[in-house]
């Protein structure tokens, strides 16, 4: 980003005093930033070394865990979706997404896959079935079907758009809205809940576009990092997206770890970003990508208190 700073992250420690300033100000009158959710979504699952997921939601820095990721394998006739979590054991996990829910963090799935295509509606749709009866409330089990993560269910289903400058499989749009259609079973409640992680880039490809054109997209994860150009323009993408989007709830995706490029100092996150993505009506909170590290650096230790 324009204003990030390479600063390493030992500078990280005299920010107490910011915080403490920063409190002060949200107390003091016109707040800084009118905006203010409180919302930080964090990936989970890229590195064994980042510690559980019950460890990731006790950090009390989080209000959406994404576990990343459930990859949809290549070609026709495909076998099912397969977990990739980088080697975290799959056994302990219906529980602690249990244990995430009781601190009523919300846990969404995160669909990959570099390879995958979608030859029509109808694979879409039975791939939304499949998703439904393996990790979301189905009243019933489907015969043939396993649920990795026990009786535990996800709260909603992430689309992962990035396939390193790939566009994504056509047919998202029939199967989010094949997926959604469950919801109708439940009074006052929305089990399926479904959101998606775009690069920054506006507008996205075709396939996304009418992913989100379905209007069943409630959450947008926009990725302003991993990118030079987002990095470089991520002020004028974003409003692009909050320009097109009013009614969806826009999160900023930013990094963790200065190593990745659209690192942005918390300063700068204080100071220069929040200011500008909290002005549009459809923010909704800050993305942090991701778990490990964020177990590194601490920065939704700053995000929980400004986002
Ligand atoms: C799963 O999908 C993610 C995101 O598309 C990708 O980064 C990862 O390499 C994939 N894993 C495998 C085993 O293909
Ligand atoms: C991050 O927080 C943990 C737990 O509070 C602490 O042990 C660690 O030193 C912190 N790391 C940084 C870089 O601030």
Known sequence: MAVASNRPATT???LAALVAVAGSLFLAGPA???????QVTVFWGRNKAEGTLREACDTGTY???VISFLNVSAGPGNSPPSLDLSGHPVAGIGADIKHCQSKSIMVFLSLGGRQHSLPSAEAAADLA???WYAYFPAPAPRAGVRRPFGDAYVDGLDFFLDRGGRPPPDHLDALAARLWSYNRQFRAR???QLSATPRCAFPPDGPALRLLATGL???????????ARCAAYWQQEWDKWAAAYPGSGLYVGLP???RTVGYVHPKNLYYGVLPVVQKAPSYAGIMIWDRYADKQTNYSSYAIQWA
Do not use: C, F, Q
């Open 12 to 14: 990280l420690l005299p």
């Open 32 to 38: 800084a930033a009118a905006g203010k959710t409180g």
């Open 63 to 65: 209000t959406i865990v």
């Open 129 to 131: 079935d499949y998703l």
């Open 190 to 192: 929305t089990p399926v």
């Open 217 to 227: 997209v409630t959450r947008v994860n926009v990725r302003l990092y991993g990118d």
């Open 256 to 258: 963790a770890s200065e």
